[in-house]
C-alpha cells in the first residue's frame, strides 16, 4: 500500500500556508497528524497532487485557559490533551473522549483540528465539542473568523471550512461551577470507530436543578448530531430517573443511523438511548463532585 | 515529482538522504538504511508491528512520510540494547515468554518502552489499554502484559538503588 | 513432573527460556520481507474488483510506459509457458493467473514486475482491465439450487457446482439408532469463513541463477519441502528439476496454516525471476492477505444427537454443506477430503455416527485451510461440544454431570471410536474436575440462580474436547501421494555439541528451543549446544514441515529416535573407552558408567571426542544418525475449558468473567512453551467466537478486507486466561508427548458459545452462531422485552 506521487510544502509560517492553500486550491491537502489522511492515501482512495504540511509552523500548539474559555491549539496533539491537568480537571468529558480514539501511537500524532476538520461522523470530538458548546477559529485569505461548532459540520466529511481556511484553534467555554460531563462509546473493539457514542455535559445549580446541558452524537448520522431536544428535555428538570430516560429517548430519535457491519438501524438507536442515559449519569456524578 | 533531502538521526546517528516525499518512514528504515527490525503487519494503521519512537513517543512508522521525520530523532528495535546489555523490556519479554513468532515483537517492545517511560509503575488495565494499538497472534497477551510489568518493577529496583 | 535432567542439561520438563528469542528481541529475526538481493526486483498484482467476470482486455500500455516497469505478466504470458493453471495440494486446480474469467473479488489478473516497490505499486494503478460482470454465487445453497450456472466450466463434463461428497460412518446404524431413541435434539450451525491473519503476510523472494540453472526461493511456507517438489513436478516441464530447486523458510512470522497453500503470487514471482533472471520479490499488502488468501471453514452444519431420556449419548449425525470457493485449496491429507471432521464423535462414549459432507464452488477466494487447527477438527468439536449442551438444556440436566455421564472412561483407552479412530490415551473426568475445582463450578452454579431471580444474564460454559493431532501414520496419510511422516538428522560435533536439522519449520512455536531440550533429555548433551536448523531444504531431511500440531509427534518423536540411535553408538564407543561390555554400563543423561564402579564412567563428550579421535577399529567414525519417523498412531489431547459470562442488558455486549482451560498434551517438553501455545490458542478461539468473520454482500464483494474491520481482538478484549494441565502420556509416542498448539483454537469457542447461550437460556435461547456480536445479543434481550 503506496500512496500516489504528490508535491510536499512545509509552510513556516500561516500566510505562507494560505498562500499556497489559494494557489493549488483542491489539489492540496492539509496535512498535520496524517494518521486519517495517509491511511486514505496509502490505500489510493485520496492522491492530493500537494501535501502541506503544517507541523513547522510554530505556536499552533497549546492548551491554555484563557477569557473564560479553554482555547487549544488545532495542532495540540491527542497526547498532550490527554496529559493535560487543565483538561482533566476542568473538562473531563474532554479527556474521557480522547482516550477512546484509536490507539496510543495514533493519538501521539493526531491533532484535534485534524479531527474536527475532517468532518468525519465517525469521529469522535464533534460530539464533545457539540455537548460543550466550543467554537473552532479558522484564518483565510480574508482573515480571521470564528465558528460555532453547531455551524461547523455541514454534510458528510464537509465542514463550514472554506478550501482556503485553515482551522487554528478550538474554544470551550469553561463549564460553571457544578458542571459535569462523560463521554461513553460502544465500539467493536478498542479503537475502533464507535457503533454509537454519547457526549452529555451537565451543569446542576444548588437546588439541584439542571441549568444547563448538553448532549453530542457521534457514528448515528451523515454529520455528529446536537441532541438539542433531550438537552431541552433536561433544563430546568431535576435530573430524575424519569427525565434522564426521557431525554435518552429524544436523543435516540434525534440519530439517524443506518445499518452497517457496526448494527442494524435499530440497533444503534436504541444504543444511544442505552449510553445517553449511562452518559448523563456519569455526567451528574461528576457534577455532584 | 521533485524528491526532498531529509536528515534524520536514527538511534543516535545521522543519515541524509534524497528521498521521495511520498516515501513512508518504515521503508526508509527497512529499505534505505536496512534497519529490518519494524516490521509491516497492515495496510491501515491498527497493527503496531512498524512502531518506532520518534523523538521519544511511540509513532507507526507506516503512517509517517519520511518527511515528516526531518531533523527528528528515531529509535528503532536496534537502537534499544546499550552496550551489548539487554533493555529490560527485551528481558522481560524474554524471561516471561512474551514473544513467539517474533513479527509484532519490535512494535510491541517500542511501544512499552514510551509506556514504562510515561507510566513507571501501570496497572494490569493500564498496560492492556497501553498496547491496544498493536496486535499479537500468537501470544493471547498474558505474557506481554507479564513481560512490561518485569520490566516496570526491574527498572524501578533500578532506579532506586541509582537514587 | 519433575525433570529428570539437570538446569545445565535442561531436557524434558524445563521451563527453558527460549533460544530464538535474543534475534527476534534485538531486531535480528530474518524474515523474508527482510531478505534484499543485489538486482532484486519487485513485484506487484493487479486484483480483480469483482466476483465473477469475463476479462474483454488487458491494457498493459500505459503502466510499461512507466519509468522502471519493466515487464507486465498476464494469463497469456504464462499460458505460452502452459503455467496459467496449477493443482492445489487436493489435487483440484487453481488459476495462476486468468486468461479469460475471474472467479472471486480480488483474485490475482496481472503482475508488475518493477525495479522498487512503489513504482509496482503505480503500475498496478496504471494496468486497464475491462471486465463483463456476471452474476456472482455467493453462498453454497446458490450454487447448489437446480440450473444454478457450472462454476468450473474448465472441468470436462461438469454439470454441477459440487466439488465433492464424502460421507463416513454407518448411515444404517445410525438412523436406527435416531429412529428408536427416547429424545432427539437437532441444531442447524455456521462456522463462518474466517482468516488466519498471522501478523506477517504472505511473500516470497524468486532468485533463479541462469549460469547455474538453480532456482532458490525465500518463501513463508510451513511446508518447504513439500513446496520444492510441487514446484518440481508442476514446472518440469519449462527445466525446473528438483536438484536445482532449494526452498528456504526463513523465520516466520505466524502460519496458522494459512502458509501452507501455493498461491498464485509466488508462481509469478518465479516464473518473473526465471525468464527475467533476476531476483523477484513479492509481499502482500493485509488487504490482499485478507482478501485473497486461503480461507478458513465456512461450514454450513445440520447436527442431531439421539439419548435416552436419563440422558446417555447413543448416536450422531452430521450434514454439511462446505462453501470452498472457486476451488478446494485446502491442505488435507489426500485420503481425507473432510479432514478430521470424524472426530466428531469427541470425547463421549457412543454406539454409532454418521456423517456426509457436500463440498461446494462458490465464486469465493478458494481455501478450506485450517485456523489453527488439524484439519477441520474445529468444526467436529464445536457441533459435538454444543450438542452435548443443547441435549443437556433438553434434559434440563447440568452440562458437567451430562458429561461425566457420557464420557469415554479412563480404562476404555485405546478407544475404538464408532467413526474408525483408536484414541491413544485420555483421563477426560480428571480433567473437568480440574477446570471445575479451580472455577469453583457450584459456587457460581449458586451465583448464578441468585443472579436469575434478580433479571441478570450470568453464564457457565463448558468445553471438554478430544483434539487428533500429528499426522499421521504413513498407511492412512499422504499430502500429493508424499507420506506424512518427518524427520531429524542429527550430528555430535568432536566437542560433543550437536547440530540437528529437521523437515518441519516453525513459526513461532519455539521448534529452536524444544527440538533441543528433546535432544538433551535424550543424550545429556546441554540444550543451549544443540544447534537446531530447519526450513532449508538443501540442507534439512525430507519431511511434511508445521501444521495441524505435528511438529511434536512426528518431528519431535524423530529427534527423540535419532538421539537413541547416537546413544545406541555411544555406548558401543563408551565400553570400548571404558574396556567393558555394552551390557555392564548403566545410562544416567551425559553419562555412562560401569556397573558397581561409580568412579569408573565416560561423559557424552569424551564419547564424541572419541568418536572422531579414537573410535574403536572396525566401527564407522564420526556419531550422527537419521531417522525418518512413521508415527503408529495419531495423538490425542484433550481438556476442559470452562468460561463465565456477564451479559449487559443494556448494549449486549458480552463480558468474559474468567476462563478456566486445563489441557492435557501428555509429557511435557517446555511448559512454559505449552502455556505460551494455549494462551494462543485461545485467543484464536475467542477471535471467531465474538470477533472474527469474513462477511461478503450479495454481488461477492467483501465488506471488511482491512484490520479496521476484520477484528483481531486486542489485549484489551482478551481476558486473561487461566491455565493448568494433567498429564495423560501418550502409549506410543517415544516420549509420551501429544501435539497442543491448536488444542485452544478448538476447544475454547464452543465453551464461551455454551456460557452464552447459558446465560440466555432462561429465555428459551438453545443456540447462537459465531460470532457472537453485542447487537446479536440485543435483538435476543430486546425480542424478550428485557433489554435494558
Not at chain 3, 474491520?709 to 506410543?732: F, G, K, M, R
Given at each position: 500500500m503506496i500512496p500516489a506521487p504528490f508535491d510536499y510544502h512545509t509552510p513556516s509560517s500561516l500566510d505562507e500556508a494560505l498562500s499556497l492553500l489559494q494557489e493549488y486550491g483542491y489539489e492540496a491537502k492539509i496535512l498535520t497528524g496524517g494518521q486519517s489522511l495517509l491511511p486514505m492515501m496509502k490505500l489510493r482512495l485520496a492522491e492530493p497532487e500537494h501535501i502541506i504540511d503544517l507541523n513547522g509552523i510554530p505556536g499552533l500548539a497549546y492548551i491554555r485557559e484563557e477569557d473564560g474559555h479553554v482555547k487549544i491549539g488545532a495542532l495540540t496533539r491527542e497526547a498532550e490533551m490527554e496529559e493535560s491537568a487543565l483538561i482533566r480537571a476542568k473538562l473531563p468529558i474532554l479527556h474521557d473522549t480522547g482516550k477512546l480514539i484509536a490507539d496510543p501511537q495514533v493519538r501521539n500524532l493526531g491533532t484535534l483540528g485534524g479531527n474536527l476538520a475532517h468532518g468525519d461522523p465517525g469521529n469522535d470530538h464533534p460530539a464533545t465539542m457539540l455537548a460543550l458548546g466550543a467554537r473552532v477559529v479558522a484564518i483565510g485569505p480574508n482573515g480571521q473568523r470564528a465558528i460555532p461548532v453547531t455551524e461547523f459540520f455541514v454534510d458528510f466529511y464537509t465542514t463550514a471550512l472554506e478550501p482556503e481556511e485553515i482551522l487554528t484553534e478550538i474554544q470551550i467555554p469553561l463549564p460553571p461551577p457544578g458542571s459535569g460531563g462523560a463521554y461513553l462509546k460502544l465500539e467493536r473493539k478498542v479503537g475502533d470507530y464507535a457503533t454509537a457514542g454519547v457526549a452529555a455535559q451537565v451543569t446542576i445549580d444548588a437546588t439541584g436543578r439542571c441549568t444547563e446541558a448538553g448532549i453530542g452524537l457521534t457514528n448515528v448520522s451523515y454529520v455528529p448530531v446536537k441532541a438539542t431536544d433531550a438537552e431541552a428535555r433536561l433544563r430546568g428538570s431535576t435530573l430524575s430517573e424519569v427525565d434522564l430516560n426521557e431525554a435518552a429517548g429524544l436523543a435516540a430519535a434525534a440519530s439517524r443511523p443506518s445499518s452497517d457491519l457496526r448494527g442494524s438501524e435499530e440497533y444503534k438507536r436504541a444504543m444511544v438511548r442505552v449510553l445517553t442515559k449511562r452518559a448523563l449519569q456519569r455526567a451528574i456524578a461528576r457534577a455532584r463532585g | 515529482m521533485a524528491t526532498r533531502t531529509v536528515s534524520i538521526t536514527v538511534n543516535g546517528e545521522t543519515h541524509t538522504r534524497d528521498v521521495e516525499p511520498r516515501l513512508l518512514l518504515v521503508h526508509f528504515l527497512r529499505e534505505n538504511l536496512d534497519l529490518t527490525g519494524t516490521h509491516i503487519g497492515c495496510d491501515t494503521s491498527n497493527c503496531g508491528a512498524c512502531t518506532v519512537l520518534l523523538d521519544g513517543k511511540s509513532i507507526k512508522s507506516c503512517t509517517l512520510l519520511a518527511v515528516q521525520a526531518h531533523g527528528k530523532a528515531v529509535t528503532t528495535i536496534e537502537g534499544v540494547a546499550q552496550g551489548g546489555q539487554l533493555h529490560p523490556l527485551q528481558e522481560g519479554f524474554k524471561e516471561k515468554h512474551g514473544l513467539q513468532c517474533g513479527f509484532c515483537t519490535p512494535g510491541m517492545v517500542m511501544r512499552a518502552v514510551e509506556l514504562l517511560d510515561k507510566n513507571p509503575d501501570p496497572t494490569e488495565d493500564d498496560i492492556r489499554w497501553g498496547i491496544s494499538g498493536n496486535l499479537c497472534r500468537c501470544t493471547g497477551y498474558v505474557n506481554i502484559v507479564k513481560a512490561i510489568q518485569y520490566a516496570a518493577e526491574k527498572m524501578q529496583a533500578e532506579e532506586a538503588v541509582e537514587a | 513432573m519433575q525433570p529428570r535432567t539437570s538446569e545445565k542439561i535442561c531436557g524434558m520438563g524445563h521451563s527453558m527460556k527460549r533460544k530464538e528469542d535474543a534475534r527476534f528481541l534485538q531486531g535480528k529475526g530474518n524474515y523474508v520481507d527482510d531478505v534484499k538481493l543485489p538486482g532484486m526486483l519487485y513485484m506487484d498484482i493487479v486484483r480483480s474488483p469483482f466476483a465473477y467476470a469475463k476479462i474483454k482486455s488487458i491494457n498493459t500500455e500505459a503502466a510499461l510506459a512507466i519509468p522502471g516497469v519493466l515487464a507486465v505478466i498476464t494469463g497469456e504470458t504464462l499460458a505460452q509457458y502452459n503455467l496459467h493453471w496449477m493443482p492445489t495440494l487436493m489435487s483440484d486446480t487453481q488459476m495462476v493467473l486468468p486468461t479469460d474469467t475471474v472467479m472471486y473479488q480480488s483474485q490475482e489478473v496481472a503482475a508488475v514486475i518493477a525495479t522498487s516497490r512503489y513504482i509496482a505499486a503505480d503500475g498496478v494503478e496504471a494496468v486497464e482491465v475491462e471486465y463483463e460482470p456476471m452474476q456472482a454465487m455467493v453462498t453454497p445453497f446458490q450454487s447448489m439450487e437446480p440450473g444454478a450456472p457450472v462454476l468450473r466450466t474448465d472441468k470436462e463434463g461438469k454439470t454441477d457446482n459440487l466439488a465433492w461428497h464424502w460421507e463416513h460412518g454407518d448411515r444404517e446404524a445410525t438412523d436406527k439408532a435416531f429412529a428408536s431413541a427416547d429424545v432427539v435434539v437437532r441444531e442447524k450451525m455456521h462456522i463462518p469463513r474466517i482468516h488466519v491473519a498471522s501478523i506477517e503476510t504472505c511473500g516470497c523472494v524468486a532468485d533463479f541463477d541462469p549460469v547455474e540453472g538453480k532456482l532458490t526461493v525465500y518463501m513463508t511456507t510451513q511446508a518447504p519441502h513439500a513446496v520444492r517438489t510441487v514446484l518440481a513436478l508442476v514446472a518440469g516441464h519449462v527445466g525446473l528439476s528438483e536438484e536445482k530447486i532449494r526452498i528456504i523458510s526463513p523465520d516466520i512470522g505466524g502460519g496458522f496454516g494459512g502458509k501452507v497453500p501455493v498461491y498464485p503470487g509466488y508462481v509469478v514471482a518465479i516464473a518473473a525471476s526465471v525468464v527475467i533472471g533476476k531476483p523477484v520479490k513479492w509481499i502482500e499488502d493485509r488487504s490482499e492477505n485478507l482478501q485473497a488468501d486461503s480461507f478458513a471453514r465456512d461450514y454450513h452444519m445440520d447436527c442431531e444427537l439421539a439419548a435416552t431420556n436419563e440422558g446417555k449419548i447413543q448416536a450422531l449425525r452430521i450434514k454439511t454443506v462446505a462453501d470452498y470457493g472457486y476451488t478446494d485449496a485446502a491442505a488435507n491429507p489426500s485420503k481425507f477430503p473432510a479432514g478430521l471432521f470424524s472426530i466428531c464423535t469427541g470425547s463421549y462414549d457412543m454406539d454409532t455416527a454418521f456423517t456426509e459432507m457436500d463440498a461446494v464452488y462458490t465464486n469465493k477466494p478458494p481455501g478450506g485451510v485450517a485456523y489453527r487447527c488439524s484439519f477441520r477438527v474445529t468444526e467436529a468439536v464445536h457441533a459435538i461440544e454444543r450438542m452435548v449442551d443443547v441435549l443437556a438444556q433438553k434434559l434440563q440436566k447440568d452440562p458437567a454431570q451430562l458429561r461425566f455421564n457420557n464420557f469415554i472412561q479412563p480404562e476404555q483407552f485405546p478407544y475404538q471410536s464408532p467413526m474408525g479412530w483408536e484414541y491413544d490415551s485420555g483421563n477426560y473426568p480428571a480433567a473437568l474436575q480440574k477446570a471445575m475445582d479451580i472455577v469453583g463450578y457450584e459456587e457460581l452454579r449458586r451465583e448464578q440462580a441468585e443472579k436469575r431471580a434478580r433479571g441478570e444474564f450470568m453464564g457457565i460454559g463448558i468445553s471438554s474436547f478430544t483434539e487428533i493431532v500429528g499426522a499421521g501414520p504413513s498407511k492412512h496419510f499422504d499430502i500429493l501421494g508424499i507420506k506424512m511422516f518427518d524427520s531429524c538428522e542429527l550430528r555430535i560435533h568432536p566437542t560433543g555439541k550437536a547440530i540437528a536439522r529437521f523437515g518441519t519449520k516453525s513459526q513461532g512455536q519455539g521448534h529452536e528451543t524444544t527440538y533441543a531440550q528433546i535432544i538433551a533429555e535424550e543424550l545429556g548433551i546441554p540444550a543451549l549446544h544443540v544447534e537446531v536448523e530447519e526450513g532449508d531444504t538443501d540442507t534439512a531431511p525430507y519431511g511434511l514441515g508445521t501444521y495441524a500440531s505435528r511438529s511434536t509427534p512426528t518431528a519431535g518423536a524423530a529427534a527423540a529416535k535419532a538421539a537413541r540411535k547416537v546413544r545406541n553408538k555411544a555406548r558401543k564407543i563408551a565400553a570400548y573407552l571404558l574396556e567393558v561390555s555394552e551390557e555392564d554400563l548403566e545410562w544416567e543423561p551425559g553419562v555412562f558408567t560401569v556397573k558397581g564402579a561409580p568412579d569408573k564412567s565416560t561423559t557424552i563428550q569424551d564419547i564424541a571426542f572419541a568418536a572422531y579421535t579414537n573410535h574403536p577399529q572396525g566401527m564407522e567414525a564420526g556419531l550422527e544418525a537419521v531417522h525418518y519417523y512413521d508415527p503408529p498412531n495419531l495423538t490425542f489431547p484433550f481438556g476442559s475449558y470452562i468460561c463465565v459470562v456477564d451479559i449487559d442488558k443494556g448494549t449486549g455486549e458480552i463480558k468474559i468473567r474468567?476462563?478456566?482451560?486445563?489441557?492435557?498434551?501428555?509429557?511435557?517438553?517446555?511448559?512454559?512453551?505449552?502455556?505460551?501455545?494455549?494462551?494462543?490458542?485461545?485467543?484464536?478461539?475467542?477471535?471467531?467466537?465474538?470477533?472474527?468473520?469474513?462477511?461478503?454482500?450479495?454481488?461477492?464483494?467483501?465488506?471488511?478486507?482491512?484490520?479496521?474491520?476484520?477484528?483481531?481482538?486486542?489485549?484489551?478484549?482478551?481476558?486473561?486466561?487461566?491455565?493448568?494441565?494433567?498429564?495423560?502420556?501418550?502409549?506410543?509416542?517415544?516420549?509420551?508427548?501429544?501435539?497442543?498448539?491448536?488444542?485452544?483454537?478448538?476447544?475454547?469457542?464452543?465453551?464461551?458459545?455454551?456460557?452464552?447461550?447459558?446465560?440466555?437460556?432462561?429465555?428459551?435461547?438453545?443456540?447462537?452462531?459465531?460470532?457472537?456480536?453485542?447487537?446479536?445479543?440485543w435483538e435476543i434481550l430486546n425480542a424478550h422485552g428485557v433489554a435494558e
Open positions: - | - | 474468567r476462563f478456566v482451560a486445563v489441557d492435557d498434551c501428555g509429557n511435557i517438553i517446555n511448559p512454559m512453551i505449552v502455556q505460551g501455545q494455549v494462551h494462543g490458542g485461545l485467543t484464536q478461539g475467542l477471535a471467531p467466537a465474538m470477533y472474527e468473520s469474513l462477511i461478503y454482500d450479495e454481488e461477492g464483494n467483501i465488506l471488511n478486507g482491512t484490520f479496521m474491520d476484520y477484528l483481531l481482538p486486542t489485549a484489551v478484549e482478551t481476558p486473561n486466561w487461566e491455565t493448568a494441565h494433567t498429564i495423560t502420556p501418550s502409549p506410543h509416542h517415544p516420549l509420551g508427548a501429544k501435539g497442543v498448539g491448536e488444542s485452544a483454537t478448538v476447544g475454547a469457542p464452543p465453551a464461551i458459545v455454551n456460557a452464552v447461550v447459558d446465560a440466555l437460556s432462561p429465555l428459551g435461547v438453545t443456540h447462537l452462531e459465531i460470532p457472537m456480536t453485542p447487537p446479536q445479543i
